[in-house]
T-cell receptor, first 114, second 114 residues
């Protein structure tokens, strides 16, 4: 089975801090994704990566950056955390460049910015 | 651009009753469609997917969905609800282009009562 592991289930940080969320997958997937999930809004794509060192903006990239130095690891960075970034963050991965491949999700990181 | 609409943010059924969760899609090309389930404090788990071929798709936990091109729908059903089905359900459509991106609906929370 595909395993997507997010480093923290719960995280509390202060405004202005630089925050790192880490995600690791063990299935050699090319694609990795970061979403945020908010009530009533579903999942919104922040950034994704289709190869090492490659990244593309999703629908809501403002205030975030990403890093993919190794194929199995995809990091989300909040450059200067703000209270409106309090949310559930979900990482996912998928195989290949065809459009019929499902994404596999981690258990999420619930981030609170105080 | 591809999009999905889930009608009803909350659905309540009695245990043993039919479950029907609605999803309509918009796509300029033949779509690939997915249903995911999210249990409390967990990530998303794939229930089923439609890519090509048979329009009635069977998934895990007794769920199935029917792709109806004429109605642009992909509704999720289960003949008999169980208490363990209480969760949030997301419909998603894949994008053409890079990296098997998905666009998710806003989700439907299913409540199962005795």
């Amino acid at each position: 089975d595909v395993k997507v592991t997010q480093s923290s289930r719960y995280l509390v940080k202060r405004t202005g801090e630089k925050v790192f969320l880490e995600c690791v997958q063990d299935m050699d997937h090319e694609n990795m994704f970061w979403y945020r999930q908010d009530p009533g809004l579903g999942l919104r794509l922040i950034y994704f990566s289709y190869d090492v060192k490659m990244k593309e903006k999703g629908d809501i990239p403002e205030g975030y950056s990403v890093s993919r130095e190794k194929k199995e690891r995809f990091s989300l960075i909040l450059e200067s955390a703000s209270t409106n970034q309090t949310s559930m963050y979900l990482c996912a991965s998928s195989f290949g460049q065809t459009f019929n491949q499902p994404q596999h999700f981690g258990d999420g990181t619930r981030l609170s910015i105080l | 651009a591809q999009s999905v609409t889930q009608l009803g943010s909350h659905v309540s059924v009695s245990e043993g009753a039919l479950v029907l969760l609605r999803c309509n899609y918009s796509s300029s090309v033949p779509p690939y469609l997915f249903w995911y389930v999210q249990y409390p404090n967990q990530g998303l788990q794939l229930l089923l997917k439609y890519t090509t071929g048979a329009t009635l798709v069977k998934g895990i936990n007794g769920f199935e969905a029917e792709f109806k091109k004429s109605e642009t729908s992909f509704h999720l059903t289960k003949p008999s609800a169980h208490m363990s089905d209480a969760a949030e359900y997301f419909c998603a459509v894949s994008h053409t282009g890079t990296a098997s991106k998905l666009t998710f609906g806003t989700g439907t929370r299913l409540q199962v009562t005795l």
